[in-house]
T-cell receptor, first 112, second 112 residues
Framework: GEDVEQSLFLSVREGDSSVINCTYT??????LYWYKQEPGAGLQLLTY?????DMKQDQRLTVLLNKKDKHLSLRIADTQTGDSAIYFC????????????FGPGTRLSVLP | DVKVTQSSRYLVKRTGEKVFLECVQD?????MFWYRQDPGLGLRLIYF???????EKGDIPEGYSVSREKKERFSLILESASTNQTSMYLC???????????FGQGTRLTVV
């Protein structure tokens, strides 16, 4: 079945860039997502990329997709303490009735 | 503003009790999902529904059932709560195109 993997922890210093990596197995994925979960809250969509794209940039966020290696990354420029959260990679298809598959989440800690 | 609302933020139940977790969405979405979230395991799909009265088992359906009598409401039922069902439960919904999942704030269930 589908599987999504991420490293569980990442620590960076405030002002540095953070890079969170993800690998997935389902080559039929149409969309790949990054969700953010702050303490005590549900998940909030940060950004997503269509599988026919290589890169997407949105302010401080850059998403890179290597479809051949099934590798997705999220880069956060100028990381701030407010970026401390758990980041989930997820894949999905546009097939009716299909569901999303999430990775285990990467806990990002931003040190002052 | 789109909204997925879970009926409780925190619940404490006794072993053997029947537990109902309710989720309501106001976006007229076709798809609704129940996940449980445990540290290091990410989100695991319990059940999803792509239409009223329709349901599909996810990865970990044992010990759970669901009900979708109306399009906006998706209920998760723990038939006889056990301590290993202590977890954070997240409800989500999406349109039939599955472009994005919207999440509720989560219910932290403790079974004692």
């Amino acid at each position: 079945g589908e599987d999504v993997e991420q490293s569980l922890f990442l620590s960076v210093r405030e002002g540095d860039s953070s890079v969170i990596n993800c690998t997935y197995t389902d080559s039929s994925s149409t969309y790949l997502y990054w969700y953010k979960q702050e303490p005590g809250a549900g998940l909030q969509l940060l950004t997503y990329i269509f599988s026919n794209m290589d890169m997407k940039q949105d302010q401080r966020l850059t998403v890179l997709l290597n479809k051949k290696d099934k590798h997705l990354s999220l880069r956060i420029a100028d990381t701030q303490t407010g970026d401390s959260a758990i980041y989930f990679c997820a894949e999905g298809t546009d097939n009716y009735g299909q569901n999303f598959v999430f990775g285990p989440g990467t806990r990002l800690s931003v040190l002052p | 503003d789109v909204k997925v609302t879970q009926s409780s933020r925190y619940l404490v139940k006794r072993t053997g009790e029947k537990v109902f977790l309710e989720c309501v969405q106001d976006m007229d979405h076709e798809n609704m999902f129940w996940y449980r979230q445990d540290p290091g395991l990410g989100l695991r799909l319990i059940y999803f529904s792509y239409d009223v009265k329709m349901k599909e088992k996810g990865d970990i359906p044992e010990g759970y059932s669901v009900s979708r009598e109306k399009k906006e409401r998706f209920s998760l039922i723990l038939e006889s709560a056990s301590t290993n069902q202590t977890s954070m439960y997240l409800c989500a919904s999406s349109s039939f195109m599955n472009t994005e999942a919207f999440f509720g704030q989560g219910t932290r269930l403790t079974v004692v």
